[in-house]
DNA sequence: AAATATTTTTAGATTAGTCTAAAAATTATA
DNA sequence: TATAATTTTTAGACTAATCTAAAAATATTT
């Protein structure tokens, strides 16, 4: 159907189009992404442009078509349903299921999907704590909100993370941080913008500004 | 570490080097086997040569080196263990999970395949009955018999297949035969070769002689 | 608005894997 | 053993995806 190659670059333009807002992505932000060069990334987004896969014009960047986005979506929903399967099933880290995830997110069959979500129980949101987009696409919105919005005493839920790097995943289990978990944040520092956060058994631990931003909750 | 073909390429010779004797390989049964041309199994093996893969002279077949037989031995290791999974897990038919195989025996990643092999609870032998070989490539020898070379009267257990063709595999189920249930053979026709075989509950079937020679079992 | 810096695109080359058509080697046949 | 048939290899071309270096367009600064 799509190359590894194509589904990747569409997954990579769905991903900044969604974190940096809705407009059209450059060449440069996906060359940095797929780590490869500009003058690839323009051949190839000819090559998706042939297909009505992006809109897209020289020098004005490039928004995914309708069609685009729902490949991409599907890829999204293949990454995610196996994260589930790796962190659920064989016991894997939220630190390592998404390097195994790239490549299984590839392999070919509706079917096979399918059967795994069913398998999985239909589960709504990755290790993460991103949305998993069903079949035709639909994704949850999430109303999660980063922790250092919210409130000093404010009771909240840990939903999610927003960065899935390995150093900050580690920093996050370190600190005793899973889905689920209930949490109170309190003052935030002054000066460098830390923020002590209170945890269930009354445990207190103080974050950076960074962390506590890619920490997402739900107030309760 | 080597690249989707490379490892096809390596389980290709390796599939049809244990199926026909142990000799060297024609280019042509490889190229048959991959359906595709002479012309670039030939480019392929010079190339598997140069990295010691095999052991290959022009005009005089091919024979895997001792690290390619490691490597063959790894790609059918997961993709037996994938059927598995599919099998027990997802509920796939015998008949539908190679397809699938196909494409998640390339997944890299040693990890994945030790947690998969845990969570399947260290299963000996794949869906059609086929052994799995180990870590190490050690593969239980298994002394499985075509159903066609048992003795009249015999009682057997139905242990595998050794053709994995849809069509086959479809007569299979539709006689009822599954992997562990008892059989009796009985005469063989004499004109034509067909076998018939008592089942279980006393019922009675009559198998072709082809299909005789591809259903595998132990006696008892 | 002119000059400078940055981003993006083009041009041309490279690599892995494949192909066709023709040549060379091997095997089978008469 | 010469001839024919088959198998295998070479030669040269093609595609997808990538790269470097240079040119063109756009954005920023003075």
């Given at each position: 159907m799509y190359s590894f190659t194509e589904e990747n670059y569409l997954k990579a333009i769905y991903k900044l189009s969604t974190e940096l807002g809705h407009g059209e992505t450059s060449t440069n932000a996906i060359a940095e992404e797929l780590d490869t060069r500009a003058a690839s990334v323009t051949d190839m987004l000819k090559k998706l442009s042939e297909k009505d896969l992006v809109h897209y014009e020289k020098y004005k960047g490039v928004k995914l078509s309708h069609s685009g986005q729902l490949i991409a979506l599907q890829v999204v929903r293949k990454h995610r349903l196996w994260e589930v399967f790796l962190h659920e099933k064989l016991d894997f880290g939220w630190e390592e299921v998404h390097e195994i995830a790239e490549q299984l997110?590839?392999?070919?069959s509706d079917l096979l999907i399918d059967r795994l979500d069913d398998y999985l129980g239909h589960p709504k949101h990755d290790p993460h704590g991103d949305p998993i987009p069903d079949r035709?696409?639909?994704?949850?919105e999430n109303d999660f909100i980063p922790l250092n919005r919210v409130e000093a005493g404010t009771s909240c839920i840990l939903t999610g993370v927003s960065d899935h790097s390995t150093s900050f995943l580690k920093s996050v289990e370190k600190w005793g941080l899973r889905i689920g978990i209930r949490l109170i944040p309190g003052d935030k520092n002054e000066f460098d913008g830390s923020l002590e956060i209170e945890l269930p058994e009354g445990e207190k631990i103080v974050i950076g500004q960074k962390s506590a931003a890619h920490i997402l909750v739900k107030t309760t």
């Open positions: 997110e590839h392999i070919q035709s696409g639909k994704l949850a």
